[in-house]
């Protein structure tokens, strides 16, 4: 197959992006498929159209050429006259089989890229553009989580214009947590214990976006789940060695010990899957995704968010749970172009 594998973007996170785009790129080619790394946002005006997908390509040539516009993205995203799709973004995505969309963060997960994809009839890996919106915004996730019975924790959303400091008019009192309504890879994410704290917590959300959610804080040992197709894969448990599972602890090796299977009973180990299903269809999720949850030492679980396009990265999870189940990573990333041109058939 020709595949254009997207990644970068414009969005804080952007660096992982390339990381997974690159082994995704590296893992498709050891599977025989013409596969290239594009930037979404800078796109490649060197491009070779009459020979665009090369049975000779350097991965990790693409993917130094992609890093070399990281010191251009504030003069680029400042221009008036920049539109969001690089040169021969387009162009390149019609001519491909399907795009591997390797985004991770705004304007690739939120549901923007796969509208647009959409409506110019580009077949892309991962679920649609409703489900990826709704996904994205984890205020509307726990609307959404709740009204379908999955247990996710206590908490609300505000804007910047109508901040409140006001805990107890929401039943809540410290610690609670605070993130930026649609961010990442635990950007914008504070754990906040004192009104001081909450105070601040909030101006530095504000900055990063206009929403914010505010959440009780749930003490307990952290999981993630892969769904692919609908069926949950083997759970992982993410115990980070300091602190909780933040941006440096998600990317760095050797950060965190995860365990996979997670060490739970088999009552918890089903009920936790079929939580994950029940939230994967709650929000609407085709193809595949990832679902994270909080345990407390009494067994309660929780979901905390649903992640549409999940990181492709070595230390990822998704592709640990598939190495469980003897799917390796070529092969898992073959699986998922597979279950995502179900939406085309």
């Given at each position: 197959m020709r595949i254009v594998v997207l990644c970068g973007g414009i969005s804080t996170e952007r660096e992982i992006s390339i990381v997974s785009g690159t082994g995704v790129c590296k893992a498709l080619r050891s599977k025989g498929h013409d596969a290239i790394l594009l930037d979404v946002f800078f796109g490649d005006e060197n491009a070779d159209l009459m020979n665009a997908f090369p049975e000779e390509y350097d991965v990790d040539e693409a993917a130094a050429y992609i890093r070399s516009f990281d010191k251009d993205i504030a003069s680029a995203v400042g221009n008036p006259n920049r539109t969001f799709f690089g040169a021969n973004?387009?162009?390149?995505?019609?001519?491909?089989?399907?795009?591997?969309?390797?985004?991770?963060?705004?304007?690739?997960?939120?549901?923007?890229?796969?509208?647009?994809?959409?409506?110019?009839?580009?077949?892309?890996?991962?679920?649609?553009?409703?489900?990826?919106?709704?996904?994205?915004?984890?205020?509307?996730?726990?609307i959404m989580l709740e009204a379908k019975h999955v247990p996710t924790p206590k908490g609300f959303t505000m804007t910047r214009a109508y901040a409140d400091t006001n805990l107890e008019a929401h039943g809540m009192d410290y610690p609670v947590v605070v993130k930026v309504c649609c961010g990442g890879s635990s950007i914008g994410v504070y754990m906040v214990h004192n009104e001081?704290?909450?105070?601040?917590?909030?101006?530095?959300?504000?900055?990063?976006?206009?929403?914010?959610v505010v959440e009780e804080y749930i003490k307990g040992r952290?999981?993630?789940?892969?769904?692919?197709?609908?069926?949950?894969?083997?759970?992982?448990?993410?115990?980070?060695?300091?602190?909780?599972?933040?941006?440096?602890?998600?990317?760095?090796?050797?950060?965190?010990?995860?365990?996979?299977?997670?060490?739970?009973?088999?009552?918890?180990?089903?009920?936790?899957?079929?939580?994950?299903?029940?939230?994967?269809?709650?929000?609407?999720?085709?193809?595949?995704?990832?679902?994270?949850?909080?345990?407390?030492?009494?067994?309660?679980?929780?979901c905390l968010e649903a992640n549409t396009l999940p990181g492709m990265t070595p230390t990822s999870l998704v592709p640990q749970e598939a190495a469980v189940e003897g799917i390796d990573y070529p092969t898992l990333c073959e699986k998922l172009i597979q279950v995502s041109m179900k939406k085309y058939n």
């Open positions: 973004v387009i162009k390149l995505c019609k001519m491909a089989d399907i795009v591997f969309l390797a985004l991770h963060g705004s304007n690739g997960e939120d549901g923007k890229v796969q509208a647009a994809f959409d409506l110019r009839r580009i077949k892309y890996t991962g679920t649609d553009y409703i489900s990826s919106a709704l996904a994205m915004d984890k205020g509307l996730t726990k001081e704290e909450y105070e601040k917590a909030l101006e530095e959300a504000f900055r990063l976006e206009p929403e914010v952290e999981f993630s789940v892969g769904v692919i197709d609908g069926r949950a894969l083997p759970i992982i448990e993410i115990a980070p060695k300091e602190g909780f599972y933040d941006y440096k602890n998600k990317y760095t090796a050797g950060a965190t010990v995860d365990t996979c299977p997670a060490e739970l009973t088999n009552d918890q180990t089903k009920r936790m899957k079929q939580y994950a299903e029940e939230g994967y269809r709650a929000l609407g999720i085709t193809s595949y995704g990832r679902l994270d949850f909080l345990m407390k030492p009494n067994g309660d679980m929780y």
